[in-house]
T-cell receptor, first 113, second 113 residues
Framework: DAGVTQSPTHLIKTRGQQVTLRCSPK?????VSWYQQALGQGPQFIFQ???????QRGNFPDRFSGHQFPNYSSELNVNALLLGDSALYLC????????????FGPGTRLTVT | GQNIDQPTEMTATEGAIVQINCTYQ??????LFWYQQHAGEAPTFLSY????GLEEKGRFSSFLSRSKGYSYLLLKELQMKDSASYLC??????????????FGAGTQVVVTP
């Protein structure tokens, strides 16, 4: 049973560029949440997707956008990258019918130079 | 919004017990979660409390007092592999979903021989 997978593992971008991160949820899961984790901090909630729509959003600017596909996989897009966007980006999947199970992927380490 | 406070670091000896406290403020509580995160890895689920009281799972126990906005994670019979960051997370109630997670900054537990 495949867990949550994310790609790429690492990424280096230049300030002002755009980036797309990808996530495949655990088999059978239909909800995907994205988090940003700066070094030494806890994950910060970016947004959550269910039924291909953004359902919840944290305190992140519109430069952060996402998408969920019919197969439940998801993308996180960040435009006009800033140095402060350097972080570990975590994807977590869950099942809408479950009250607490949330499984994290290994993350994508984004470095903005 | 929510504030989640937990100590930055704790050190304990192998075989000992450590208690990690977490206090929170929330506008709508819908569960408290503890995650373990080893350096460079994704968070993994440890425990979930939605009602007051103690939940025990092997060497790990978690306690919740909703009236006090307080939880603790108790780690017994510490092992070297327990050296990790422990994240306290509160789920905030939402009308259209189980709600979004807010994480604390994490408590780094260092287990010494």
């Amino acid at each position: 049973d495949a867990g949550v997978t994310q790609s790429p593992t690492h990424l280096i971008k230049t300030r002002g560029q755009q980036v797309t991160l990808r996530c495949s949820p655990k088999s059978g899961h239909d909800t995907v949440s994205w988090y940003q984790q700066a070094l030494g901090q806890g994950p910060q909630f970016i947004f959550q997707y269910y039924e291909e729509e953004e359902r919840q959003r944290g305190n992140f600017p519109d430069r952060f956008s996402g998408h969920q596909f019919p197969n439940y996989s998801s993308e996180l897009n960040v435009n006009a990258l800033l140095l402060g966007d350097s972080a570990l980006y975590l994807c977590a999947s869950s099942l809408e019918s479950s009250s607490y199970e949330q499984y994290f992927g290994p993350g994508t380490r984004l470095t903005v130079t | 919004g929510q504030n989640i406070d937990q100590p930055t670091e704790m050190t304990a000896t192998e075989g000992a017990i450590v208690q990690i406290n977490c206090t929170y403020q929330t506008s709508g509580f819908n569960g408290l979660f503890w995650y373990q995160q080893h350096a460079g890895e994704a968070p993994t689920f440890l425990s979930y409390n939605v009602l007051d009281g103690l939940e025990e799972k092997g060497r790990f126990s978690s306690f919740l007092s909703r009236s006090k906005g307080y939880s603790y994670l108790l780690l017994k019979e510490l092992q070297m592999k327990d050296s990790a960051s422990y994240l306290c997370a509160v789920r905030e109630v939402a009308t259209d979903s189980w709600g979004k997670f807010q994480f604390g900054a994490g408590t780094q537990v260092v287990v010494t021989p």
